[in-house]
């Protein structure tokens, strides 16, 4: 990324942390060498920049996959410290037509984890067949799990009457030597009746193998519960509107795919995009903890809160001399 002119040698960590670009120009010399055919520096680090965004784009295509999810159509969320370098070029090959760069995009998971709920999840073994005498032992197993709950949450600083809880099982046919997870509801107690909870794991049964086994009984060996409280409260804070065109804080020259020359691009300071603002690709966009790479081909707009909507105006051609994927 700084061979290539995506980052700042001297803004990184908002010009904290100097870069070396000779010393990082130098370490691609071996690998340049090894290549030939005219490779440099420059040749040999987007080559390294496309195929780390094939491996990401990859990555997603098989998590999607076990997940039956079509990303095609899909809008990204660009978070952590180098997601959005690459965010563009990844939603590019997945066929994304947005991308989103949330406002402190690098800390964003640890920011989610302080306004999410509060939350525990328990889990217990006790094998019993699903029938009418499992009721009073299930009741007295999810009455100790849900104190246990409600002790673990208030020493994390939740109310007594702020706890929901939601229940769920691990079940079998009677037999089998694998289970299915499924969650059967809320409440204060054991929501549901008998014939409702084995109808739903006959059809949650169904849903992942293509079948149901109607004469055989059905085991549960583990009983779950959630335990949660409300989430804190939260204002999402908004920019000031942004006036005009945004003015570049300066450009540099950057190169963004294989058989592409460097170019000169505008540098955007990202505390000075104000709501409304527009801008397109290429573009970069720094702040202290990343940067945002914006190629040809993307259009952006600052949205309320602060974060910039990268929008696809045009389809960017696969590199000369490879297919998608690959690499």
Not at 40 to 67: F, P, T
Not at 180 to 185: A, E, F, N, P, Q
Not at 221 to 228: L, Q
């Amino acid at each position: 990324d700084l061979v290539l002119g995506l980052l700042d040698p001297q803004y990184f960590l908002g010009g904290e942390m100097p870069l070396d670009l000779p010393a990082a120009r130098a370490a691609f010399a071996p690998l340049a060498e090894r290549l030939g055919a005219g490779s440099d520096a420059d040749h040999v680090a987007v080559g390294v920049y496309e195929v780390i965004n094939q491996n990401m784009a990859a990555s997603a295509r098989m998590h999607a996959v076990e997940r039956g999810i079509d990303l095609r159509g899909v809008a990204l969320i660009a978070f952590g410290g180098a997601g959005p370098v690459h965010a563009c070029g990844v939603a590019t090959l997945l066929e994304a037509p947005r991308v989103i760069f949330p406002v402190n995009a690098s800390v964003l998971s640890a920011f989610g984890t302080l306004v999410s709920p509060v939350r525990i999840d328990l889990a217990r073994s006790m094998v019993r067949t699903l029938d009418e005498s499992v009721s009073a032992d299930r009741d007295t197993l999810l009455a100790d799990m849900r104190q246990e709950a409600r002790r673990v949450l208030a020493a994390a600083g939740a109310q007594a009457d702020e706890v929901s809880f939601r229940y769920g099982l691990d079940a079998r046919y009677e037999g089998q030597g694998n289970e299915i997870t499924l969650w059967v509801g809320e409440g204060d107690a054991w929501p549901t009746s008998l014939a409702d909870t084995i109808e739903q794991f006959h059809t949650e049964y169904q849903k992942i193998y293509g079948l149901r086994i109607p004469d055989v009984g059905v085991e549960v060996v583990t009983w779950r519960v959630a335990a949660w409280s409300d989430a804190p409260g939260f204002e999402v804070p908004t920019v000031p509107v942004g006036t005009g065109s945004p003015t570049p804080d300066r450009h540099r020259a950057a190169r963004f795919r294989l058989g592409a020359p460097a170019v000169e691009v505008p540098v955007y300071r990202r505390a000075e995009l104000g709501a409304g603002h527009r801008f397109v690709g290429p573009a970069l966009v720094e702040e202290r903890e990343t940067t945002s790479v914006i190629p040809d081909g993307w259009s952006c707009e600052v949205a309320p809160d602060g974060s910039i909507i990268a929008t696809a105006t045009t389809a960017v051609a696969t590199p000369a001399g490879t297919e998608e994927g690959s690499a």
